[in-house]
Antibody
Framework: EVMLVESGGRVVRPGGSLRLSCAASGFKFKDFGMSWARQVPGKGLEWVSG????????GYADSLKGRCIISRDNAKNSLYLEMNNLRIDDTGVYFC??????????????????WGKGTAVSVS | EIVLTQSPGTLSLSPGETATLSCRASQRINSQSLAWYQHKLGQAPRLLIH???SRATGIPDRFGGSGSGTDFTLTISRLEPEDFAVYYC????????????FGPGTKVEVK
């Protein structure tokens, strides 16, 4: 069974920093891309960041670009999100997700096929 | 930048009824990049549909996805008590690190 367990969320002051972790089990972690998404209070889901299988390629949402770094340690089956210069509107629940790719019609398509329950970040 | 719009914002239905949820993209998208998720407060979001119409593993056949171009639909037949939740569509990018926008969500609530 795929399991993703996030940790590291806490109360932090505006301008502060935080490192979130995601422990993965139940699948070959090193074979899959991973993502972080968040849910801001009263709003919907927002994709935050993604990383390929070996950590060499990353992507970020504009809202967090330049303020966060996604990384992974395949030896530890772990995903990380380091966030800096946090703002009040970064408050929310942060989820990690496994990325699945399908090869259809001569192209790859991707989706988030397993998620964790999230870790709560409060910036105040 | 692609923007996804979902309607209605809230759907009030009774168990046993059918829910029809709409997701519209601001420009034409590859239907293979469109997914639907179910989310209940305090729980992990759950993948329902990928590639616009393919049910994820373990998803009951009362959940169906359709559409192409800019207009996509999630249909939930014979609503069960556990189906009352918020549903999001998402257009994922063409690489694992690319991500993509979610729609604002449709809440399916008990009438």
């Amino acid at each position: 069974e795929v399991m993703l367990v996030e940790s590291g969320g806490r109360v932090v002051r505006p301008g502060g920093s935080l490192r979130l972790s995601c422990a993965a089990s139940g699948f070959k972690f090193k074979d899959f891309g991973m993502s972080w998404a968040r849910q801001v209070p009263g709003k919907g889901l927002e994709w935050v960041s993604g990383i390929n299988w070996n950590g060499m390629t990353t992507g970020y949402a504009d809202s967090l670009k330049g303020r966060c770094i996604i990384s992974r340690d395949n030896a530890k089956n772990s995903l990380y999100l380091e966030m800096n210069n946090l703002r009040i509107d970064d408050t929310g629940v942060y989820f990690c997700a496994k990325i699945k790719g399908d090869y259809v019609d001569s192209a790859f398509s991707y989706y988030m096929d397993a998620w964790g329950k999230g870790t709560a970040v409060s910036v105040s | 930048e692609i923007v996804l719009t979902q309607s209605p914002g809230t759907l009030s239905l009774s168990p046993g009824e059918t829910a029809t949820l709409s997701c519209r993209a601001s420009q034409r998208i590859n239907s293979q990049s469109l997914a639907w998720y179910q989310h209940k407060l305090g729980q992990a979001p759950r993948l329902l549909i990928h590639g616009a119409s393919s049910r994820a593993t373990g998803i009951p056949d009362r959940f169906g996805g359709s559409g192409s171009g800019t207009d996509f639909t999630l249909t939930i037949s014979r609503l069960e008590p556990e189906d009352f939740a918020v549903y999001y569509c998402q257009q994922y990018g063409d690489s694992p690190w690319a991500g993509g926008p979610f729609g604002p969500g449709t809440k399916v609530e008990v009438k």
